[in-house]
């Protein structure tokens, strides 16, 4: 399976910003072990490439990791060799795009008005992300409407009691941070067990929503 239908697959993106790099594998662990497999490692934690590359190593063939928090085009091209499979920005930069797509990596840019949107998609994302998805789902719906051809993928915003709604809406997936990887608390084996169990919760919320 390619990168790009893995991620539709999966249908979540968690989202690991700021950890410990010592934390992160385990945290990866976790997550895979409750069903999530599309991680993103955001470039602003400490040591983001080489904890891209441990985790891509370690977990080849299970989890499929990203880069994100990715603003120019060099810092794509240093995260693609490190091992990320996609990349995702906060923002829209034409040259972010063109370097990760030459790399061979799935590009997904962020926007949030339908110019902007209509823009990171012929600019060449292979997804939207909606960001901040703070409007909710029926923001993406409304989107949606003129647009159904663009996949979006709402982030920021998203948690438990609305991501069934997002899918309804028409997303095609949703990126998760602190409200599935809180990494502002101490990672021991009571927190993995704790993110395993809320991995199976959006992983159940997700097929129920579908």
Do not use: W
Not at 51 to 68: C, F, K, P
């Amino acid at each position: 399976m390619g990168t790009l239908s893995a991620i539709l697959d999966s249908k979540l993106i968690a989202i690991i910003r700021g950890a410990k790099p010592e934390d992160v594998l385990g945290i990866a662990k976790a997550l895979h072990t409750g069903g999530v497999n599309v991680l993103e490692i955001t470039m602003n934690s400490a040591k983001a490439l080489s904890v891209i590359e441990e985790v891509s190593h370690e977990l080849r063939g299970q989890v499929l990791v990203g880069a994100g928090t990715v603003l120019d085009a060099e810092t794509a091209g240093a995260a693609v060799s490190a091992g990320a499979a996609f990349i995702l920005s906060p923002n829209l930069d034409p040259g972010t795009i063109r370097m990760t797509k030459s790399c061979g990596a799935i590009s997904i840019p962020a926007a949030f008005t339908p110019t902007e949107i209509v823009s990171a998609y012929k600019h060449g994302g292979d997804l939207i992300k909606v960001f901040p998805a703070t409007l909710g789902p029926s923001f993406i719906k409304d989107i949606r409407a003129p647009l159904p051809h663009i996949p979006l993928l709402p982030t920021g915003g998203v948690d438990l009691s609305n991501i069934r709604e997002f899918m309804r809406a028409g997303a095609v997936g949703c990126g998760i941070g602190s409200a599935l990887v809180n990494t502002s608390l101490e990672v021991t084996d009571e927190y993995l067990a704790g993110l395993t169990e809320k991995a199976r919760q959006f992983v159940g919320a997700l097929q129920a929503g579908g």
